[in-house]
């Protein structure tokens, strides 16, 4: 079955460090492939997504993700961290039958 | 605009018992999907439906059941529960079940069986 890795469980970085959190997905055809944000007792916020084109894709609240087919990975970045950007991040990806599988999400936790 | 609405927040319920949860789509979306996210752990595909109709299943037993109405809310029914079956179930809503849509994610339903 496709899957989506995300190898790191955790996470911390200084607020106004860069950030970059790895997503790695299993062989397939093009993927359609997705971020998104999990604050605390919250639902899903979709950060960005890929379907095809420029590799390099634009999301809100300053994030950017590049799509990496040689080395199967969507890395999320952001080039300076703010408090509130702590929280949970997943990665994930559109499978057949429309249904998305999740990576198990990475916490990143933001030091004063 | 609205986005997608669940009911309610938080349940509390015993083993053996049955649930009901609840979900409303955003204005002019007629899919809905169905996932379960158990703590630590990334949300896990249960059911999408379109148009009333069922469009896939998940890995999950036939104790999972769900619903689309007219209207393009839907039920996702969960019936004698298990101490395993607490997670927080979100919906999420698209306009239909094409693969370049995009789902739009509610706050979900905490769901505690004791």
């Known amino acids: 079955a496709q899957s989506v890795t995300q190898p790191d469980i955790h996470i911390t970085v200084s607020e106004g460090a860069s950030l970059e959190l790895r997503c790695n997905y299993s062989?397939?055809?093009?993927?359609?492939l997705f971020w998104y944000v999990q604050s605390p007792g919250q639902g899903l916020q979709l950060l960005l997504k890929y379907f095809s084109g420029d590799t390099l894709v634009q999301g809100i609240k300053g994030f950017e993700a590049e799509f990496k087919r040689s080395q199967s990975s969507f890395n999320l970045r952001k080039p300076s961290v703010h408090w509130s950007d702590a929280a949970e991040y997943f990665c994930a990806r559109r499978e057949y039958g429309n249904k998305l599988v999740f990576g198990a999400g990475t916490i990143l936790r933001v030091k004063s | 605009d609205a986005g997608v609405t669940q009911s309610p927040t938080h349940l509390i319920k015993t083993r053996g018992q049955h649930v009901t949860l609840r979900c409303s789509p955003i204005s002019g979306h007629k899919s809905v999907s169905w996932y379960q996210q158990v703590l630590g752990q990334g949300p896990q595909f249960i059911f999408q439906?379109?148009?009333?109709?069922?469009?896939g299943r998940g890995n999950f037993p036939d104790r999972f059941s769900a619903r689309q109405f007219p209207n393009y809310s839907s039920e996702l029914n969960v019936n004698a529960l298990l101490l395993g079956d607490s997670a927080l179930y979100l919906c999420a809503s698209s306009l239909a079940p094409a693969l370049q849509e995009t789902q739009y994610f509610g706050p979900g339903t905490r769901l505690l069986v004791l």
């Open positions: 062989y397939g055809a093009t993927p359609y």
């Open positions: 439906y379109y148009e009333k109709e069922e469009r």
